[in-house]
């Protein structure tokens, strides 16, 4: 079964560098997301993206973030300046539409550690 | 804002028993509800979609039930099995770029 792969597992990077975290979406999807969940609490909705542009972002997407999707299979999330408050994992879905018809997919993750 | 909750946040129960895990919400204006389960360190499994004109959905063991005029969801899994053991997460999509928002979750233990 077609399945979201994340990359890295785990990435540990001192505060105040960028980070980029991978995501191959699932192949005839259109529709990416990324969240977030802080260890011990909710998973939180960071960013929805839709023919190369965002469809919707949480505040928790400020400046510091961006998205991108450099090919025709990546999708990726970078944090320009880490902060010790961005450790967490975070999860790329995909689906294959938004009008509620068909379930989001998600990887297994990326651990982000800031030290 | 929407706001999603589940009781309870821990069950253990015993091999074979069958039991039902309960999810609300606020906002009643939804496109669907998403049940997930999530192993120990690992990504989100999703289980079943409800699409908010429909009642329940059924896969293998697993039966959910929509009640949007109450904001109620449950999931029934029946005679429980050990390999059962995650934590259930339940999601309700209400739009807005497709944003699921996520409930606490149930931590479930089954033991033999």
């Known amino acids: 079964e077609p399945e979201v792969t994340q990359t890295p597992s785990h990435q540990v990077t001192q505060m105040g560098q960028e980070v980029i975290l991978r995501c191959v979406p699932i192949?005839?999807?259109?529709?990416f997301y990324w969240y977030r969940q802080i260890l011990g609490q909710k998973v939180e909705f960071l960013v929805s993206?839709?023919?190369?542009?965002?469809?919707?972002k949480s505040e928790i997407f400020d400046d510091q973030f961006s998205v991108e999707r450099p090919d025709g299979s990546n999708f990726t999330l970078k944090i320009r300046s880490t902060k010790l408050e961005d450790s967490a994992m975070y999860f790329c879905?995909?689906?294959?539409?938004?009008?509620?018809?068909?379930?989001?997919?998600f990887g297994d993750g990326t651990r982000l550690s800031i030290l | 804002k929407q706001e999603v909750t589940q009781i309870p946040a821990a069950l253990s129960v015993p091999e074979g028993e069958n039991l039902v895990l309960n999810c609300s919400f606020t906002?009643?204006?939804?496109?669907?509800l998403q049940w997930f389960r999530q192993d120990p360190g690992k990504g989100l499994t999703s289980l079943l979609l409800?699409?908010?004109?429909?009642r329940e959905q059924t896969s293998g063991r697993l039966n959910a039930s929509l009640d949007k005029s109450s904001g109620r969801s449950t999931l029934y899994i029946a005679a429980s099995q050990p390999g059962d053991s995650a934590t259930y997460l339940c999601?309700?999509?209400?739009?807005?770029?497709?944003?699921?928002?996520f409930g606490t979750g149930t931590q479930l233990k089954v033991e033999l």
């Open positions: 879905a995909s689906s294959v539409d938004t009008w509620g018809n068909q379930p989001q997919h």
């Open positions: 192949s005839n999807h259109l529709y």
């Open positions: 993206f839709y023919n190369n542009e965002i469809s919707e």
């Open positions: 906002d009643s204006a939804i496109y669907n």
């Open positions: 409800i699409q908010s004109s429909q």
């Open positions: 999601a309700v999509n209400a739009g807005g770029g497709n944003k699921l928002t």
